[in-house]
């Protein structure tokens, strides 16, 4: 078979940009490594931006993510056992969105009538220089052929559009840290109207929702942890310890834990974001720790820049927007790796050097006593425009 655009991976970037190019005319296929059931039951982010939510909006996708969200206007950020509120709406003139990555991918499937196979394997990228094709093997174990005008890398970081680049043209910027997130979702009501940041002795927790019957949470752990170390008993005492305030009575809910899972943290980014006909785009192009709530939301903002690129090729002949892509792109994809870094470096305490905790203090006392400091805080949380 042949189509305009071979999109591999059915994540948020892949599946945004497929309506993006159904909107646009343009044709594309869409080929998934994992089942439907799979991609729509992983549990991840769930922090929009509004941008986000009014591309979603624009391609009439989000009846139901404006049904169900959870509207935030602000957060609080917790330590010395204190909490202080940044008010986003009102320093940086937007709401943010609380609706799951998963809740997305449902809404996205869904609505999406055009080729989208799910579990496909042995996907191979060649001829990217001229005329690229997608060899893979379809669900019923019968190999394909899909040619392609363009390819969009959309499979995440362990996809094979990255690899399939020699390594020699790209440039790789890396930062690993020496923590991860032990994450829950629980059947409990949210104990706090907003998501709860937490910089405490024990380290970092975050306590965020998805519902109001059900929780999100995260707790700091070392990046070998072992879950089996993790019995749900010693999970809600450290929530409730790392999450204790001093000033006022606040308790912690909690209930079943439905789901539980260990993600490393890692800042990554490769350069150029293209390679001949190639484009990537999300995860697969670049990985942010998950601190500033910003994996899905730069994913989403790399797919509308690659959509308008393509459009104005196909209209016109003209490839300046897909020349100019990759930069377009890194130009977002730094300010949030910064933003990213530095929510990270802030709340996560390495536990041994008294120097790192003083600053780490110092900038929280900063950020929630500063007009100007929270400012620059809320408006990179809540999203710049979208390209
Ligand atoms: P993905 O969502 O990874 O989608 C890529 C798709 O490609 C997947 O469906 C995959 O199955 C498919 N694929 C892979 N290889 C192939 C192949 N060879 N052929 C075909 N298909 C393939 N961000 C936050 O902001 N907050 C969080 O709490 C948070 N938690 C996370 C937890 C985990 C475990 C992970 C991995 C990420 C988390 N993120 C979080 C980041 C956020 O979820 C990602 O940034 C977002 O999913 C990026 O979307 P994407 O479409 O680029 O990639
Ligand atoms: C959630 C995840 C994040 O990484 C974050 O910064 C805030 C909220 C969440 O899953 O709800």
Not at 77 to 94: C, D, K, N, W
Not at 161 to 167: C, G, Y
Not at 356 to 364: R, V, Y
């Amino acid at each position: 078979t042949r189509t305009q655009v071979g999109i591999i991976g059915a994540g948020p970037a892949g599946l945004v940009l497929a309506h993006l190019l159904r909107q646009r005319g343009i044709d594309c296929v869409v080929l998934e490594r994992q089942s439907r059931s799979y991609v729509e039951a992983r549990i991840r982010a769930g922090v929009l931006e509004h941008g986000t939510v009014d591309l979603l909006t624009s391609l009439g996708l989000a009846d139901r993510l404006h049904r169900e969200r959870m509207v935030h206007h602000g957060i609080e950020l917790l330590f010395e056992r204190s909490a202080h509120r940044i008010p986003l709406t009102e320093l940086a003139g937007h709401e943010i969105s609380i609706y799951g990555q998963h809740e997305v991918v449902k809404d996205l499937i869904a609505a999406w009538d055009g080729p989208l196979h799910f579990s496909v394997s042995s996907v191979a990228l060649s001829s990217l220089d001229s005329a690229p094709v997608v060899s893979y093997v379809d669900s019923s174990g019968v190999p394909q052929v899909l040619r392609c005008d363009v390819i969009a890398g959309c499979d995440g970081f362990h996809g094979v559009s990255r690899a399939s680049i020699p390594p020699s043209v790209l440039r790789v910027y890396q930062r690993d840290y020496p923590h991860a997130w032990l994450g829950i979702l629980a059947q409990a009501p949210p104990s706090s109207e907003e998501l709860i940041y937490a910089h405490s002795s024990r380290g970092f927790a975050l306590h965020s929702m998805r519902s109001p019957t059900v929780t999100r949470m995260y707790l700091q752990v070392r990046p070998d942890e072992d879950l089996s170390l993790w019995p749900d008993e010693r999970i809600w005492s450290e929530l409730r310890a790392r999450l204790d305030r001093s000033e006022s009575t606040w308790s912690l809910a909690d209930g079943p834990i439905l789901e539980r899972s260990v993600a490393a943290m890692r800042s990554f980014v490769v350069s150029p974001m293209r390679y001949g006909r190639l484009f990537l785009a999300g995860d697969a192009a670049h990985i942010v720790p998950p601190t500033g709530a910003k994996g899905l939301n730069l994913a989403v903002a790399d797919v509308k820049v690659l959509a308008d690129a393509l459009s104005s090729f196909y209209a016109t002949g003209d490839s300046a927007g897909l020349d100019a892509y990759s930069s377009t792109c890194l130009q977002r994809v730094w300010r949030v790796q910064h933003f990213s870094w530095w929510m990270t470096s802030m709340l996560h305490p390495t536990g041994d050097d008294p120097f790192d905790l003083a600053l780490q203090l110092a900038q929280l006392r900063y950020v929630t006593s500063s007009r100007a400091a929270a400012t620059s805080l809320a408006e990179n949380y809540v999203g710049f425009p979208f390209p």
